[in-house]
């Protein structure tokens, strides 16, 4: 099990990236959320087993059709940092 938090940036917020970004997870089995940011970002954690999440953060790069992102960053995530979360959620 890893976490990774995600910032992604670019055109993200307003084009159904965190409904989608919870679609993808789910069909990966990843847990965790996708959040707006007040800067224009957003933030994703996702919780899964390695290949899923690593997967994931691919999917992060492309986004719904209506997105454009041109950033995603990546942190890592100490276990004892970050309780594993019960599904997957938007905020």
């Known amino acids: 099990m890893v976490c990774k938090k995600c910032l992604v940036g670019g055109r993200v917020q ?5 409904a989608s ?17 007040t800067d224009g970002r957003v933030e994703v954690l996702a919780c899964g087993s390695a290949q899923a999440v690593e997967s994931f953060i ?18 890592e995530m100490k276990a004892e940092e970050q309780d594993e ?6 905020a």
């Open 14 to 18: 307003g084009v159904f990236y965190r």
């Open 58 to 75: 691919g999917w992060l790069w492309v986004g719904p059709s209506g997105a454009k992102v041109n950033a995603v960053e990546v942190l």
């Open 85 to 90: 979360p019960q599904g997957f959620f938007t």
């Open 21 to 37: 970004a919870a679609r993808r997870a789910r069909e990966l089995g990843i847990s965790g959320y996708a959040r707006n940011l």
